[in-house]
């Protein structure tokens, strides 16, 4: 494609949708005037000691390395660090909003008590001794009365040592109620269980990677850890290294990352699991497969026959029979020819990598899709390979044994009948508090979480919320949770505070970064940490023993001692010594920059952190820990656990005994209902990756930059769409799903697919900054629906009709 | 890796004994002190390198462009860790890098790369780096290892995923051991007991040749379920190992170059493998015959832990890194039988060849490959003119070479010049 | 003397804007209120300009991140009436705040659109204001910005490298936008210096400038992710 700039294009590409500046109207001798008269306003700077200190990015799980740059008391500036092994000294535009986090005007200033009612809230001030104290008073009570396990925690779901902290405080005290948010990982997690058998998190070694495949994953906008994912791609088009890997995208809205991609495959909304059999189809009639991976190191590829002698379906009889070429085509609205040649690069280049489905930072895709795009993974032989699918390394950090502590059987709240998979469920609490099964919830602690803004059935957990007589909230920022909480605890922003991170979503290696803070903490604001330690020690007896730290450095300080006595890996370092310490370590040598945990500590608080760089690849027997011992195409994990569901396949909407159940397959989707003739999908942009970040005026700025919409939500829709609709650029609409109605600036957008609409998340919040209220909160027109395998919410389907307000 | 700080002592007239001393060579060490000091005429230098800042010359100069070291890198050219095979002193990389410099060079004229150009301390620090990562086992191929479990019988004895013997330990308790010699030693250690169960069985010696002991770990690793943590060897010291060789007895029947028993081979002569790993296997390779030598004259068997054991080896290594002392006569000889006589002469004009009676290298090679490089590709494109093949030489010759000019012997003026 | 200049590589670019934060955030750029945002008045130096182009299914975007591109011959200069701006011998279009007159005159002469005016005194509600980077002023309302290549940066590298009696080496200098790419999409360095990474990005066939045929020599050069092509590849 060749394309031409001249003066008019760029102007008309330079200005966009907004109106130019009009110049007319105004005097030259005027402006002078009025120049000097303003003279006098000018703001000045004050200045003093310059400092470079390492940090950390508390903006995205990914805790990127940051070298804050301060002068006497004020951070003034965020970069990153050049020794973190994730970012290597870049760094997304979220990270560099943070200063506007630290001194945001509408942080939380003190601790808050609600003097009024959970409906209408009226805050006081308090002294942080009266906010401990009520917390830690309601928890001994509850703890007296044998009601521990009906406190719930709920938080991010990160895996790091703040993570270990809390589950030891709550096994301590007795209570079963960890519960994290949902991740976009979700849905891959689960594949990931159900065909390897394993519950490490699941990472891509994109870096090495050929060829890759990524059905509807928004890898440059905020999935896994983006300043990684974004490093890798400059690697793939460095004209330097030489190869260029491809990297094709396959998603029904022409999305940044669809943009940035080598190709962009128009898919039908919800087919993923289709289109990724669909190639499989091709390489498995052509023989592009890794054939001895397959006969070596998976299960359930031919048709095979149980110890009862009945014969079972494989996933080669599946493929062929269910997903030739032409269905598939008819299936996705792909055209054969392009699957076909999909298929061929996809089998010809190695390592070839398919992520998906469809997912963010925080949606995940359905199970099944999930299953049908690792499946790929199997026939290209890339699972545990260099620049393939590999499973996170593990922090060898010491299990502790935890005293118990009373009756320790009560089931979790987020662990349903129905859904028994790693990953939690935490959108199905408001049912098990509302419903007081299996148990009443007396108390939720959140920490740094807002569900009722985030998930899909927000609305439901606001009210079931109104039923719990004690809720406490961490927060920096008042929110729409924290807003129903008779508590609000408030949490010094990332710079001001001792920050800690494990491994990056996605990211290969061990990793785990500690930075004390940069800056003092500003208002009335305390680490949460320090508060839980305080409280473990208030309640004394089992609880003080399990956290016997005086603060959470003296606790960060304890696990290093941990990963000293580990005795291998290394301080974050230079590109260089990483490399060496790579070189060193496949050898079988280990050349520590430290003899002393002291030494350890010290290194880590002024690097940022400690590391493995290399991974064991290939260690097959971690890697397959299914029934079999192999990758399963067919998963005996889910038919042994589905044998004592005589509802799960009704769930799913096949007959009992159908082999379908077990194999990766295109699950149905969704009808529109009579009057809502559009498919209203949430979209993810990066500066508000995770639905996160639209307190910030830098963010909010850039956040709509493809349609230079900034500062509110847009409805992205097709223009023939719109114009049928009688909807032009820029119109005021409706957009009103059987749940709820929003009005929202509509803007025409060619890569919308005419049938789908998309509105961004991150916006419309009801509580909290100033500016996080601008636009409108797609999570509230979305259909409540779980996938009837893992439980994970389906925020794709849900169908609306669009009008002029 | 191995970064090599090495004092040869130079009698008075410029005549290096090459009797080593070692000052602290430390293998396996990051964060040594660069010394590229060279005292003069005060009979002693410093030789020296920092591998790290070898490693990143590697990168920095384009070496890296087309050479890997253990797979990383390039492809178009031989990956040096490996290939040449063997052990290679300093000279003999040197010989290497010499006699294939006229095809390299073509190559890179080809790839319009221009040759690039060192200093003596970045080419000290490029061969402590190569130097030391060719001493270093790479990740083995865990399908060979397959192959090798069947062929060495390990599993008459011990088991493994639930198969084979009893009678030895699950091979898998192994497998978080990251280093070849960290097995060897278990081996080394439980011997007797293995020795006489598999004379009861009638087993042979298991030996191991090449990578066969990366191979099988790295097989046996793929069968250890969740094997949690990796263990590694500390740095080795091969100062300590120099203190062990002698503490352990090893020098009751081994020499180093000369010095010591004579009953057992001169470990400082004869050729090494190429790597630590292997080293350790080729040991264990001819424990037995050690053994049966030592019971007959009646030296107690030594125990290493695995550190013991790693310093040992790389006393051994550090050790090889510098050549015996040359022979100038046989120098001389090279030097009209190759040809350089023909254009370094005495007094020569700068416009042909430089006269080498300055060449004040000491006993090092280094200077050499500095000066091939710098000057090598001017040198080839006037031998071309004048129709003069590149001369090869074998490493020994290049020691030769060195200590013939080293006396300053080639100009016979300047040879009298000197007392 | 050098010649700053900068190379950025369009396939490497992940559209991330980091860049663009980066500048406001090094630079003191004030975010406007929404209203004015809505009304095109961000004051950004460096925008990510989105191009879309052709129909569903046959979408394609372009997104190239443009800062003042520092031309040779900047029409900009030309138009000032009060000598407001102008060209450092070392290539930097500089603007003199205190002598500029807000008449606009260069930013309609500018085919870049990469001059802004500040309509409004600058806000940094809250606490913002703590944040402000000391090296750089705050501008005044009344008054045109734009991008300076990080100036205040050369002028500490300068004199670093001066305390430390060093050269300047390539990397002590570098623009916050450049600086931050998590790509390493962009480059920047001493067009004079033949064998500086920027000057041999240059010489790329893939490098080209952005309306080159207007004569106004850009120091910026882009390189092509391939389907970019055109009059503005013309080697010379």
């Known amino acids: 494609m060749s394309f031409e700039i001249n003066r008019r294009d760029y102007l008309r590409f330079a200005a966009g949708g907004a109106l130019g500046a009009a110049t007319s109207g105004v005097s030259l001798r005027g402006l002078s005037r009025l120049n000097a008269a303003l003279a006098s306003e000018e703001v000045i700077v004050p200045g003093g000691p310059e400092n470079w200190v390492p940090s950390l990015c508390s903006l995205c799980p990914a805790a990127c390395g940051l070298r804050v740059r301060t002068i006497g008391p004020r951070a003034v500036r965020i970069q990153g660090s050049s020794f973190h092994p994730v970012s290597h000294g870049g760094l997304c535009p979220k990270g560099l909003a943070g200063l506007q986090v630290v001194y945001h005007p509408d942080r939380l200033r003190a601790p808050l008590r609600n003097v009024g009612s959970r409906k209408s809230p009226r805050w006081r001030e308090i002294s942080w001794e009266e906010a401990i104290s009520t917390v830690a008073a309601r928890l001994r009570r509850l703890r007296g009365a044998g009601q521990a396990h009906q406190v719930v925690w709920i938080d991010r779901p990160e895996r790091?040592?703040?993570?270990?902290?809390?589950?030891?405080?709550?096994?301590?005290?007795?209570?079963?109620?960890?519960?994290?948010?949902?991740?976009?990982?979700?849905?891959?997690?689960?594949?990931?269980?159900?065909?390897?058998?394993?519950?490490?998190?699941?990472?891509?070694?994109?870096?090495?990677?050929?060829?890759l495949l990524s059905f509807g994953v928004n890898l440059l906008e905020g999935w896994g850890s983006p300043t990684a994912v974004m490093r890798a791609f400059g690697r793939w088009r460095d004209a330097a290294a030489g190869r260029r890997t491809k990297f094709v995208q396959i998603e029904p809205r022409f999305s940044m990352t669809a943009a940035r991609a080598d190709e962009w495959v128009a898919l039908r909304p919800g087919t993923d699991a289709a289109m990724a059999l669909g190639i499989a189809y091709v390489l498995i009639t052509e023989g592009l497969y890794d054939a001895a991976f397959v006969r070596d190191h998976t299960f359930g590829f031919e048709d095979w026959r149980d110890a009862a002698g009945r014969t079972h379906m494989g996933f080669r009889s599946l493929v062929l029979s269910e997903y030739r070429l032409n269905d598939v085509a008819v299936m996705t609205g792909v055209p054969a020819e392009t699957i076909l040649r999909l298929a061929r690069e996809f089998g010809q280049n190695r390592p070839a990598v398919a992520v998906g489905d469809h997912q963010t930072s925080t949606l995940p895709g359905h199970p099944y899709a999930a299953m049908a795009v690792h499946s790929l993974n199997a026939l290209s032989g890339s699972l545990d390979t260099p620049g393939g699918v590999v499973l996170q390394a593990e922090l060898p950090l010491k299990e502790e044994e935890i005293p118990p502590a009373g009756k320790n059987s009560w089931p979790r709240l987020d662990e349903t009948p129905e859904h028994h998979f790693p990953g939690h469920h935490l959108a199905r609490l408001p049912r098990a508090i509302l419903s007081r099964k299996p148990y009443p919830v007396e108390a939720v602690l959140l920490h740094d979480v807002n569900p009722v803004f985030s998930l899909p059935n927000g609305?439901?957990?606001?009210?079931?919320?109104?039923?719990?007589?004690?809720?406490?909230?961490?927060?920096?920022?008042?929110?729409?949770?924290?807003?129903?909480?008779?508590?609000?605890?408030?949490?010094?922003?990332?710079?001001?505070?001792?920050?800690?991170?494990?491994?990056?979503?996605?990211?290969?290696?061990?990793?785990e970064s500690i930075s004390p803070p940069v800056i003092a903490a500003r208002h009335r604001t305390r680490h949460p940490g320090d508060i839980l330690l305080e409280i473990a020690k208030f309640l004394g007896g089992q609880v003080g023993?399990?956290?016997?730290?005086?603060?959470?450095?003296?606790?960060?300080?304890?696990?290093?001692?941990?990963?000293?006595?580990?005795?291998?890996?290394?301080?974050?370092?230079?590109?260089?010594?990483?490399?060496?310490?790579?070189?060193?370590?496949?050898?079988?040598?280990?050349?520590?920059?430290?003899?002393t945990a002291d030494e350890l500590w010290e290194q880590m608080k002024e690097r940022g952190g400690w590391w493995e760089p290399t991974y064991y690849y290939g260690e097959w027997e971690r890697t397959a820990r299914t029934p079999s011992r192999r990758f399963e195409f067919y998963s005996q994990t889910l038919a042994r656990w589905a044998s004592s569901r005589p509802d799960f396949a009704r769930a799913v909407g096949l007959e009992p005994g159908d082999d379908r159940l077990f194999l990766p397959h295109q699950p149905p989707t969704v009808e529109a209902p009579p009057g809502y003739p559009l498919l209203l999908m949430p979209i993810e942009v990066l500066p508000l990756a995770g639905g996160e970040g639209g307190h910030l005026p830098y963010l909010q700025q850039i956040a709509g930059q493809h349609l230079f919409a900034t500062w509110e939500s847009w409805l992205e829709i097709h223009p023939e769409t719109a114009r049928k609709l009688g909807i032009r650029d820029g119109d005021r609409v409706s957009v009103e799903s059987p749940r709820g109605r929003a009005q929202v600036r509509a803007r025409l957008y060619a890569g919308a697919r005419p049938e789908v609409v998309h509105l961004p998340l991150g916006y419309g919040h009801t509580e909290g900054s100033r500016w996080g209220r601008r636009g409108v909160n797609p999570m509230a027109l979305l259909d409540e629906r779980y996938d009837p395998v893992a439980g994970l919410a389906q925020t794709s389907g849900t169908h609306v009709k669009v009008y002029r307000s | 890796m191995i970064a090599i700080a090495k004092r040869i002592s130079i009698e008075k007239h410029g005549i290096p004994s090459l009797r080593p001393l070692l000052t602290g060579v430390c293998v396996l060490c990051l964060a040594t002190p660069l010394l590229t000091a060279q005292v003069q005429g005060g009979g002693a230098y410093f030789l020296s390198g920092n591998t790290k800042a070898g490693m990143q010359t590697f990168f920095d100069k384009g070496c890296a462009r087309c050479h890997a070291v253990l797979g990383e890198g390039g492809r178009a050219a031989p990956d040096l860790a490996r290939a040449p095979g063997g052990n290679l002193s300093a000279a003999e990389l040197v010989a290497g890098m010499w006699n294939h410099a006229p095809a390299m060079w073509e190559k890179m004229r080809l790839q319009r790369l221009a040759p690039p150009k060192f200093s003596e301390?970045?080419?000290?620090?490029?061969?402590?780096?190569?130097?030391?990562?060719?001493?270093?086992?790479?990740?083995?191929?865990?399908?060979?290892?397959?192959?090798?479990?069947?062929?060495?019988?390990?599993?008459?004895?011990?088991?493994?995923?639930?198969?084979?013997?009893?009678?030895?330990?699950?091979?898998?308790?192994?497998?978080?051991?990251?280093?070849?010699?960290?097995?060897?030693?278990?081996?080394?250690?439980?011997?007797?007991?293995?020795?006489?169960?598999?004379?009861?069985?009638?087993?042979?010696?298991?030996?191991?040749?090449?990578?066969?002991?990366?191979?099988?770990?790295?097989?046996?690793?793929?069968?250890?379920?969740?094997?949690?943590?990796?263990?590694?060897?500390?740095?080795?010291?091969?100062?300590?190992?120099?203190?062990?060789?002698?503490?352990?007895?090893?020098?009751?029947?081994?020499?180093?170059?000369?010095?010591?028993?004579?009953?057992?081979?001169?470990?400082?002569?004869?050729?090494?493998?190429?790597?630590?790993g292997q080293l350790a296997g080729l040991m264990w390779n001819h424990a037995p015959a050690m053994w049966a030598s030592m019971r007959a004259q009646q030296v107690p068997r030594p125990q290493f832990s695995n550190q013991e054991m790693a310093d040992l080896i790389a006393y051994l290594f550090a050790e090889r890194y510098f050549e015996m002392a040359g022979n100038a006569e046989r120098g001389r000889r090279r030097f009209e039988e190759k040809g350089c006589a023909g254009c370094h002469t005495a007094g020569a004009k700068a416009d042909t060849a430089p006269d080498l009676a300055g060449w004040r290298g000491g006993g090092s090679p280094i200077p050499v490959a500095t000066a091939l490089w710098n000057h090598g590709p001017l040198m080839l494109e006037k031998m071309r003119q004048q129709e003069i093949p590149w001369p090869r030489f074998r490493p020994g010759e290049i020691v030769d070479l060195l200590e013939f000019l080293n006396r300053g012997q080639f100009s016979p003026a300047l040879a009298k010049a000197k007392p | 003397m050098p010649r700053w200049g900068m190379v950025i590589d369009l396939a490497k670019c992940t559209a991330c804007q980091a860049c663009v934060v980066a500048c406001e955030s090094e630079n003191n750029v004030p975010c406007v209120s929404p209203e004015e945002a809505g009304r095109g008045r961000i004051l950004s130096w460096i925008n990510l300009l989105p191009e879309v182009e052709g129909e569903y299914p046959r979408v394609s975007m372009r997104l190239m991140p443009v800062p003042c591109l520092h031309c040779d011959s900047p029409p900009c200069i030309l138009v000032c009436p009060v000598g407001a701006t102008g060209l450092s011998p070392e290539g930097f279009v500089r603007q003199t705040f205190a002598r500029c007159i807000g008449c606009r005159y260069c930013t309609n002469a500018c085919?870049?659109?990469?001059?802004?005016?500040?309509?409004?005194?600058?806000?940094?509600?809250?606490?913002?204001?703590?944040?402000?980077?000391?090296?750089?002023?705050?501008?005044?309302?009344?008054?045109?910005?734009?991008?300076?290549?990080?100036?205040?940066?050369?002028?500490?590298?300068?004199?670093?490298?001066?305390?430390?009696?060093?050269?300047?080496?390539?990397?002590?200098?570098?623009?916050?936008?450049?600086?931050?790419?998590?790509?390493?999409?962009?480059?920047?360095?001493?067009?004079?210096?033949?064998?500086?990474?920027?000057?041999?990005?240059?010489?790329?066939?893939?490098?080209?400038?952005?309306?080159?045929?207007?004569?106004?020599?850009?120091?910026v050069n882009y390189l092509s992710e391939g389907e970019w092509s055109g009059e503005e590849r013309k080697e010379a």
């Open chain 3, 111 to 219: 085919p870049y659109t990469r001059r802004v005016f500040n309509w409004y005194r600058p806000e940094f509600p809250g606490e913002f204001q703590q944040a402000l980077n000391p090296d750089v002023s705050v501008r005044p309302k009344g008054v045109v910005e734009k991008c300076t290549l990080c100036h205040h940066r050369l002028l500490k590298a300068r004199e670093e490298a001066r305390a430390a009696n060093r050269p300047l080496a390539e990397g002590d200098y570098v623009p916050a936008c450049v600086e931050v790419c998590p790509a390493g999409a962009m480059y920047f360095g001493d067009l004079n210096d033949p064998a500086s990474t920027v000057a041999e990005l240059s010489r790329s066939p893939r490098s080209f400038r952005l309306l080159e045929e207007l004569g106004t020599k850009p120091k």
């Open chain 2, 121 to 276: 301390e970045e080419m000290t620090n490029l061969f402590a780096f190569l130097y030391s990562v060719r001493a270093l086992d790479e990740p083995g191929d865990a399908e060979r290892g397959r192959r090798l479990v069947a062929e060495k019988r390990c599993l008459e004895c011990h088991s493994l995923a639930g198969q084979g013997g009893r009678a030895g330990p699950d091979l898998r308790s192994w497998a978080s051991y990251r280093n070849p010699v960290s097995w060897i030693q278990a081996m080394w250690n439980h011997a007797q007991p293995m020795q006489a169960m598999m004379a009861a069985r009638g087993l042979s010696w298991p030996q191991f040749l090449g990578n066969d002991m990366t191979d099988l770990m790295a097989y046996i690793r793929t069968l250890a379920a969740n094997s949690k943590g990796h263990v590694y060897l500390r740095q080795a010291n091969a100062e300590t190992g120099r203190e062990l060789f002698r503490q352990k007895g090893c020098v009751s029947c081994h020499a180093i170059r000369g010095a010591g028993g004579s009953r057992a081979p001169d470990l400082g002569r004869r050729a090494l493998p190429r790597t630590l």
């Open chain 1, 160 to 211: 790091n040592l703040w993570s270990r902290l809390v589950r030891r405080f709550l096994a301590a005290y007795g209570s079963p109620n960890y519960l994290t948010m949902p991740s976009g990982l979700d849905a891959i997690q689960t594949a990931v269980y159900l065909q390897q058998g394993v519950t490490q998190p699941v990472a891509y070694d994109l870096e090495g990677t050929r060829y």
């Open chain 1, 545 to 595: 023993a399990a956290l016997p730290f005086e603060n959470v450095e003296a606790y960060l300080r304890h696990r290093v001692g941990d990963l000293f006595a580990a005795q291998t890996c290394s301080v974050y370092s230079t590109r260089l010594d990483e490399a060496w310490n790579r070189l060193v370590e496949r050898s079988g040598w280990w050349a520590p920059t430290y003899s």
């Open chain 1, 459 to 511: 609305e439901v957990f606001r009210q079931s919320f109104q039923e719990v007589p004690f809720i406490a909230s961490f927060t920096s920022f008042m929110d729409e949770t924290s807003s129903l909480a008779d508590l609000v605890l408030p949490a010094p922003t990332g710079l001001e505070r001792w920050q800690e991170a494990a491994s990056p979503p996605a990211f290969p290696y061990a990793v």
